[in-house]
């Protein structure tokens, strides 16, 4: 099967390229192929051909850092977070979550996974709550990775959302245990909370254990590290040695790390060099974390994020997530990583005309960096042909505009289009 998109804006430059699909990969990219591909001996005759109208062309976004389980049960009884904060979002999903079932679970998820979908995300990083003997979360979310993969990537992270080591099940297992049972299930992700453990010692305790297990396994690692304002927790730190000193730092992603908002110019000044020969990568969540953190704060008040400038800066590779929808830790959520984007850029004071150019990277390649994509990802001759078209004519106008997604293709198949056309006879609004 063979589909010719043309008049794509690619690159940046404002030049229009084509991009020819065979069997659900690029096979060429571009200027003119339309004219350049017969002249060639190639018969288009039976060739779709699908103008993209000089519209921005990009990788899918990627969302590397969300938790399908808890999507949609802010309003369950019990769910509500009154004081606003991480702690309590923890409390409220361990006195609520005993009643999930794996239908249901499913049944959420998919409905966040299509929402995601409409916004031009094809690639999810989620995590699984393990803390549960039953493994609920997990089972549906296993289940739902495969049942969708045609549509979305999904990976699953074994996350201890009440700890490794400060968790014990009924019948003795810790977190840890269940931990690694996921891997052992097929998650695809090592996870962790340090600094919700007990006391500084499990949090370390635990930062070995994910280590051992990413290497015994062969597994990725996401931690939920640091997501404080206390400027002295530095779970991160361990993180990005340990992995290191075992050749994985690359694999490896801290999310959050709130807590570098609030630490000393010094001790970030000393903590670059090691996350420059570590290669970690960074997970950033700004909407939810601006939400809950900061809250012990009157003014001047903390806006909760990581540094992402500074490590932007510093060549640390950073990406987005949109983290909740509708749980006990954040009320809204849609899946609009545009939106996120637009939070992180302000949040962030990266303002500049060059970072604005450059900025829809942290929700496409910074985030498939992330996730180990490699050649699975991009737009490149030979590799699977997964893009979005966005509503735009370049990159500024489409964070300009936070542009919606007006096209998604996947594997060559066109997942939706959408029309954003407004009519109108009043002068001003024809200039808009």
Known sequence: MRTLFTNA?????????????????????GERLSEALPAQGMDLAGVETVDLGGRLVCPPF??????????????????????????????????????????????????????ELR???????????????????????LELREELRDLVTIQIVSFP????????????????????????????????????????????RSMHTVVD??????????????????PNSRFVELLAALAHREGIGELTTASHTCSLGSA???????????????RINFACAPTENLYLQGRQDTYPKRRGITRVKELSDNGVNVSLGQDSMQDPWYPLG???????????????????????????????VNGATTMRLGDGYGIAEGRPANFIVLDADGPFDAVYRRADVIRS????????????TVRSDVAPLTLA
């Not at 229009?16 to 690029?26: H, I, N, Q, S, W």
């Not at 959302?161 to 099940?169: H, I, P, T, V």
Request: proline fraction near 2%.
């Open 9 to 29: 804006r690619v690159d940046g430059t404002g030049r229009t390229l084509d991009l020819l699909v065979e069997d659900g990969a690029f096979a060429r990219i």
């Open 62 to 115: 990627c969302d590397t850092h969300l938790h399908l389980d808890y999507v949609f049960t802010a309003r369950k009884p019990g769910a509500t977070n009154e004081s606003g904060t991480l702690f309590e979002g923890i409390r409220r999903w361990s006195e609520t979550k005993s009643d999930l079932s794996v239908e249901e679970v499913k049944e959420r998820a998919r409905r966040a996974v299509a929402m």
């Open 119 to 141: 916004h031009g995300v094809q690639f999810i990083r989620t995590h699984a709550d393990v803390t549960d003997p039953r493994l609920v979360s997990l089972r549906a979310l």
């Open 161 to 204: 959302q009440e700890g490794m080591y400060s968790y014990r099940g009924p019948s003795g297992e810790s977190g840890a245990d269940l931990v690694e049972e996921g891997l052992r299930m097929g998650a695809d992700c090592v996870g962790g909370i340090p600094h919700y453990e007990m006391c500084r010692e499990f949090g370390e």
């Open 213 to 230: 297990l990413a290497v015994k396994y062969g597994r990725l690692i996401d931690v939920h590290c640091d997501e404080t304002d206390d």
């Open 264 to 278: 000393d110019d010094s001790y970030f000044f000393h903590l670059t060099k090691l996350l420059r020969a570590a």
């Open 334 to 364: 849609n899946g609009n990583m545009m939106i996120i984007l637009d939070y992180l850029l302000h949040l962030s004071q990266m303002m500049s005309f060059a970072e604005l150019d450059d900025a829809l990277r942290f929700a496409t």
């Open 409 to 420: 293709v996947r594997a060559g198949r066109t997942l939706f289009t959408a029309t954003t």
